[in-house]
């Protein structure tokens, strides 16, 4: 099994930037998923979370209202839409799957990593 984040790259604080995920060799559509990053010289963090069906979705606090989770089953594909991006929003972007059908904020629970994709907000 196979993530893959992409759609990274360098924006302006204020713009905007839209993450895809995809996986191969694993169908996410009847997984929870998520989206965690890791800015420089800090932990990896929890950004934000989706059920299988996009029924539920939860974000942290730094992101609520900016950033919005989304998931498109038949295209077997998690997205991240970015707004009124912050510098402190640069970091490295991870998708990961869990095994099961509900969204988490744990990073324990998550079984399957994509290999990040990085953003950078100039200020």
């Known amino acids: 099994v196979q993530l893959q984040a992409f759609g990274g790259g360098l924006v302006q604080a204020g713009g905007s930037l839209r993450l895809s995920c995809t996986a191969s060799?694993?169908?996410?559509?009847?997984?929870?998923a998520g989206w965690f990053r890791r800015a420089p010289g800090k932990e990896r963090e929890f950004v934000a979370t989706?059920?299988?069906?996009?029924?539920?979705?939860r974000y942290a606090d730094s992101v609520k209202r900016r950033f919005t989770i989304s998931r498109d089953n038949a295209k077997n594909t998690v997205h991240l839409q970015m707004n009124s991006l912050k510098s402190e929003d640069t970091a490295v972007y991870y998708c990961?799957?869990?095994?099961?059908?509900?969204?988490?904020?744990?990073?324990?629970?998550?079984?399957?990593w994509g290999q990040g994709t990085l953003v950078t907000v100039s200020s």
């Open positions: 989706i059920t299988w069906d996009g029924g539920s979705t």
């Open positions: 990961a799957s869990v095994v099961g059908l509900g969204a988490s904020m744990k990073e324990n629970e998550y079984v399957y």
């Open positions: 060799g694993r169908t996410l559509s009847r997984s929870g």
